[in-house]
């Protein structure tokens, strides 16, 4: 079983949609949550990382993480073409990170 | 600047070559790491380092090497390359405490014939 799961899409939404990316994970162990944002012909960047469990609010973002389910999200309200990028998920346990495949997102104007 | 560059950015070789892949920060950072990232496959860890007398292998390590010349620079080597080595190779650094948070190269894309 791998260490983390994610759809990889890929993903094309209308401008303004509201976007909901999913990850499963199978270690206990992970206690940071984190999501990398990564553009064409660009390094992976992070966006924002949800320690625990709970929600973690950053503008049109959202992080969701449930331990009891395994089950991390990143919601995206209002998106914008200039989301468009592939998000990778990463649980981390502060000293090991383990990728998601990524998920490619295209927002259409 | 790039606070962690890589090079070449593009490289095309033949097999049974030998390619170095060199990353230089001006993070300060002591953690340093080598992915390589595949479609579908997602980013996967070939050699990560600590500190400079720390070398320690990934996920992927099998034919490929690695040298921390100094804090602020790490290379990766392919002995002798093979096609299934062609793909986006990306330096990656960290402070190794709190989150840990990856700080990413802008990518080496290595085409191996």
Known sequence: QKEVEQDPGPLSVPEGAIVSLNCTYSNSAFQ??????QYSRKGPELLMYTYSSGNKEDG???AQVDKSSKYISLFIRDSQPSDSATYLCAPSTGNQFYFGTGTSLTVIP | DADVTQTPRNRITKTGKRI????SQTKGHDRMYWYRQDPGLGLRLIYYSFDV???NKGEISDGYSVSRQAQAKFSLSLESAIPNQTALY???TSLGFGTGELFFG?????TVL
């Open chain 1, 32 to 37: 940071y949550f984190m999501w990398y944002r």
């Open chain 1, 60 to 62: 049109r973002f959202t």
């Open chain 2, 20 to 23: 170095m892949l060199e990353c």
């Open chain 2, 53 to 55: 007398k720390d070398i």
């Open chain 2, 90 to 92: 990306f330096c990656a």
């Open chain 2, 106 to 110: 802008e990518g080496s894309r290595l």
